[in-house]
């Protein structure tokens, strides 16, 4: 039926056998780069997701009671046992906390990252994350997450709240403190400032509280200043530590909650600004 020449194909019927090798090679390198595109994708949009409309909302009662509770996804934390004031890297955090409580924390209660109850009862539904350091351990610790830009435009800023719980006194003079960090790649931070700084002055024990939390400050729809391309990720951090100095004994258990997240715009905000002066009827100026 074929034509061989000294026992091989000639080349009008090996043509047909090539072509076919040729089409099942091109046919799976284009399977190949879809699938590497779809995996980009997917690794680009594993991140809370911001609106200049909507603002993302977290309050950490879905994790649970448990001790070893799974944060929200794109949340984690760390905790740095001898670097103080310090923060780590997001990619290498951890996505669980190690211990839980609320009311009634003990003066000996052993440092770590806290799955905190509100209430009179450690498996109350409105939960916290936070943080107890001591002498020997958690000197610093830190709640982060990962937001990511798809709005379609670049963000000028970003509106947030969020609560700062205390669950234990402390009686180390310098106090405790939260302050929130931000950056673009999740391992080199800046300050946010002291808009989003909160302190606690020492006190005169080292109790918790018969209802969890002791203490509450608001911070309310403080702007952060960023610039956030479309496509972008950008990290927050909210870094517990002590306010000053290298002891961390005696300490002050801070939690974080109730965090809310908007995308500020020059064109979101040119709209809202728009529709406010047609409600009023009046002109804008």
């Not at 009686?171 to 606690?200: D, E, K, V």
Request: aromatic share 10%; glycine share 10%.
């Amino acid at each position: 039926m074929f034509e061989r020449k000294n026992g091989w194909l000639t080349a009008e019927v090996r043509r047909p056998v090539l072509w076919r090798q040729l089409l099942t090679r091109n046919v799976t390198l284009a399977a190949s780069i879809s699938i590497l595109v779809l995996i980009s994708v997917c690794v680009v949009f594993a991140a809370v997701s911001l609106s200049t409309s909507t603002p993302y909302t977290q309050n950490f009662d879905g994790i649970g009671t448990a001790g070893v509770a799974s944060l929200p996804a794109d949340w984690k934390v760390d905790k740095q046992p001898t670097a103080i004031r310090t923060l780590g890297n997001y990619a290498f955090a951890t996505t669980v906390t190690n211990f839980v409580s609320g009311p009634n924390l003990s003066p000996t209660a052993t440092n770590g990252i806290y799955n905190f109850g509100s209430g009179t009862d450690t498996s109350g539904p409105d939960r916290a994350v936070g943080f107890l350091s001591s002498g020997t351990g958690t000197v610093s610790g830190n709640l982060y997450t990962q937001l990511f830009n798809n709005t379609g435009g670049t963000l000028t800023g970003l509106q947030i709240s969020y609560d700062v719980e205390k669950y234990r006194n402390g009686t180390n003079p310098a106090g405790f403190r939260i302050q929130m960090f931000f950056s673009i790649n999740g391992s080199t931070w800046a300050s946010a400032g002291p808009n989003f700084l909160t302190t606690f002055a020492a006190d005169s024990n080292n109790n918790g509280f018969s209802t969890a939390p002791g203490a509450a400050v608001s911070v309310n729809s403080k702007t952060l200043n960023v610039s956030v391309a479309n496509g972008a990720n950008i990290y927050l951090a909210w870094n517990y530590s002590v306010s000053s100095g290298s002891t961390t004994a005696n300490a002050q258990a801070l939690a974080i909650d109730n965090v809310s997240i908007l995308g500020l715009s020059p064109h979101a905000w040119g709209r809202n600004r728009g529709r406010q002066c047609l409600l009023l009827h009046s002109q804008c100026r």
